[in-house]
């Protein structure tokens, strides 16, 4: 049948099962907004700008497991998306990003909002598409979500211009490709399944390859079977249980006690899905010292990359581990008890928790079971990784490779659209300033986000990495905005509360989760909350801080 | 710091080069020449690269360059595969030298493709090494211009880059 471009392109999502969009209308994608409001059946999302909608299909996609989809105009539309993009990208997240363009006739003129946004964003994408005939549109479309959910998962960028919008060409539906992982062969795992079987403190660590790959189940039979402790990189969270018996906490920067132990004990390390990154392995070269390890990846480039293993397979991590679970025999659960011993103590030298601890202590506590939680970046990403217990995959979505202030609030829009259920976004003053303006979008939406702003009127990470780095110098990380945030959320409709001491913590929290609608909550700690414990950049397992005397 | 060659077959899009070439400036690759034609299949190009590294840096580019959705085939071209260049240079000769830099391109089997009163262009194919002797030859006399296209490459026997295996197919 005969269609315009904007007709097709929506025409194509809808063959993709997409039902949600995020984005912000604009002059050359006029046509688009035309047939997604002609269509009517795709739920667009504007928000404040577009770097929250980037955010938001991020938030939706890490949730939900779909692709998320935003879309943007020309210029400053396409290059407010960057930050978005960059996100998703570091984080291996689908996400098709659409922006229109000039019309051909314009394009290479400096034009009014044009900008060479496929060439902006060739590194921080899988793969983009510029489309400048009508009739490659369909097949594009079909591609970028092909690229988007194949191999290691990522997002893809299709800059059409402004006359493939307007003209007509044929379209017929075609059915979405295939996008199954292949299965991994025994002769891939059999020399790690030897050298697995051969060790004796076997330890698991788990990347968010777990959970793009939907292998939590895998994991779980794998460490149950091998009586493995399990550690997680801040990707990884969720995908084992927090609350199973062999669960030892976040590893890396700031990882547990317990897990900087395990690491340094084990003779095997079985890496699922994780790239090593400098915040987890912080000395490369001596990371894997006095150990065997075993990483399975999809990404080729990922294996031997950052740390060199001694067994690399390459594959889908759900399928590898299928492959290698028959080839090991049950291990007995030694280290398992030391790793459970070194819990207990690490739990039992435990200081009180401070006040922002203890609010995300009780938050977990009280919000419902099915909740999904997004961070932003900097102390309260560390405190929400260490204090609340992660329990499913996909119920955490915090920025990791880029480290991304001001993703929290668009990632909780997104979550709670795609999910449905209530979202706690924990946030700080810092990195809430940066994107506060998607208050407007959560009230408009109405929807269940209960906000926990850590206020410590400064820029806690940065300000930590001066007390320990830079003597003390506080360069402008002491902020003392005089933002009164629970009128700013009354300013903009949403329900503002405060936290000033313990006693507050319940009652405001649970008035904060009854709401259902969107909630800020001022949490007002102290400036001196530090971020515990601390591996420093570049330095072994074994230097691990646990205690810090403040001067 | 040693030399690999790379023999890779890319899309033939508008865009592919630069996808190519802003990977090596992003990952801090160095490298020495790069060369690009269409093949026998005009929807197909051929690149080849020559690196300057070592095994680290070798294994990373070709898989991060695998990785790219418009490169088809990647090949770590073997020492005792096919190399060839093209050289031209422009030296300067009057009737004094005219002579010896023919005989000179004689000894190199180079061609004489331009003759005037004051220069002569010099067209010389072979491995690299070649063209550099030639080049330090060509020197004393005055080396106006040179362009070189950078080494392509292609293996012995039967064996061809598109019967590599691909990456994107394994898993």
Not at chain 1, 225 to 240: I, N, Q
Not at chain 1, 246 to 269: I, N, P, Q, R, V
């Amino acid at each position: 049948m005969k269609k315009i471009g904007a007709e097709i392109l929506i025409d194509c999502l809808k063959e993709q099962g997409v039902d949600t969009v995020f984005g912000y209308p604009g002059g050359y994608v006029l046509d688009i907004y035309d047939a997604l409001y002609r269509d009517g059946t795709i739920n667009h999302v504007i928000t404040a700008h577009e770097q929250g909608a980037a955010h938001a299909a991020d938030g939706y996609a890490r949730s939900t497991g779909k692709t998320g989809v935003v879309i943007a105009t020309s210029g400053p539309g396409a290059t407010n998306l960057v930050t978005g993009i960059a996100t998703a990208f570091m984080d291996s997240v689908p996400l098709v990003a659409i922006t229109g363009n000039v019309a051909i006739n314009f394009l290479g003129r400096d034009s009014f909002q044009e900008i060479d946004i496929t060439g902006v964003t060739i590194p921080v994408t899988k793969h983009n598409f510029i489309v400048k005939d009508v009739n490659d549109l369909a097949d594009v479309v079909r591609e970028a979500f092909r690229i988007a959910n194949t191999g290691r998962k990522g997002p893809v960028l299709i800059d059409i211009l402004k006359n493939v919008q307007q003209t007509t060409a044929d379209y017929e539906p075609v059915p979405p490709a295939s996008c199954a992982r292949k299965p991994v062969p025994e002769s891939a795992v059999k020399d790690a399944a030897a050298a697995i079987a051969a060790s004796s403190r076997p330890l698991l660590m788990v990347g968010g390859g777990a959970i793009a790959s939907e292998a939590s189940q895998e994991v779980r039979a794998l460490a149950e079977k091998l009586h493995a402790p399990v550690v997680s990189t801040l990707m990884g969270l969720g995908a084992f249980p927090a609350s199973h018996p062999l669960f030892c906490g976040m590893m890396g920067m700031h990882g547990t006690a317990t897990a900087a132990k395990l690491c340094l004990e084990s003779d095997c390390l079985i890496a699922i899905g994780t790239r090593f990154s400098d915040r987890v392995a912080l000395n490369r070269d001596k990371f894997a010292e006095n150990k065997t390890v075993v990483q399975i990846d999809i990404d080729d480039a990922e294996l031997n990359k950052n740390v060199a293993v001694d067994y690399a397979v390459l594959g889908d991590v759900k399928e590898a581990i299928r492959t290698l679970l028959p080839l090991l025999g049950e291990k007995d659960d030694a280290f398992a008890q030391k790793a459970a011993a070194y819990r207990e103590q690490e739990k039992k030298n435990a200081k009180k928790p401070e006040l922002g601890h203890e609010i995300l202590i009780e938050a977990a506590r009280l919000a419902p079971e099915d909740s999904v939680v997004t961070t932003d970046v900097g102390q309260h990403q560390m405190w929400t990784a260490q204090y609340y217990p992660v329990e499913r995959p996909r119920s955490l979505c915090t920025s990791g490779g880029l480290g991304t202030m001001g993703y929290g609030f668009g990632a909780a829009i997104g979550a709670a659209i795609g999910t449905g259920k209530q979202v706690v976004f924990v946030t700080g003053d810092g990195s809430f300033n940066m994107n506060l303006n998607e208050l407007s979008t959560a009230v408009t939406q109405n929807l269940p986000i209960v906000i926990l702003l850590m206020n410590n009127r400064a820029l806690g990470m940065v300000r930590q990495w001066q007390k320990l780095f830079y003597n003390r110098r506080f360069s402008q990380t002491v902020v003392n905005k005089r933002t009164d945030y629970v009128k700013f959320a009354e300013s903009f409709g949403a329900t503002g509360l405060r936290i000033e001491k313990e006693s507050d913590i319940v009652p405001v929290l649970k008035e904060a989760f009854s709401k259902k609608s969107p909630v800020l909550v001022d949490c007002v700690i102290s400036e001196d909350e530090n971020v515990l414990p601390m591996i420093k950049p570049g330095h072994t397992y074994d230097t691990i801080i646990t205690e810090w005397k403040e001067n | 710091m040693k030399q690999y060659t790379i023999s890779a077959l890319v899309a033939n899009k508008s865009g592919v080069l630069t996808r190519v070439s802003s990977l090596f400036s992003r990952r801090g690759y160095n490298i020495d020449s790069l060369s690009v034609c269409t093949t026998e299949d005009p929807a197909i190009s051929r690149m080849t690269i020559v690196l300057n590294g070592d095994d680290y840096i070798l294994a990373q580019m070709m898989k991060q360059m695998d990785k790219l959705i418009d490169v088809i085939k990647i090949k770590h071209v073997e020492t005792e595969a096919v190399y060839r260049e093209l050289l031209l240079a422009k030296v300067r000769t009057d009737g004094a030298t005219r002579s010896e830099v023919f005989e000179l391109s004689q000894i190199f089997r180079a061609k004489i493709v331009d003759v005037s009163p004051e220069a002569t262009i010099l067209e010389l194919t072979g491995k690299p090494v070649k063209l550099d002797g030639f080049v330090n030859m060509l020197r004393p006399y005055g080396l106006l211009e040179l362009a070189r296209t950078g080494v392509t490459a292609i293996s012995r026997g039967l064996s061809c880059i598109k019967d590599e295996a691909d990456y994107k197919e394994k898993i």
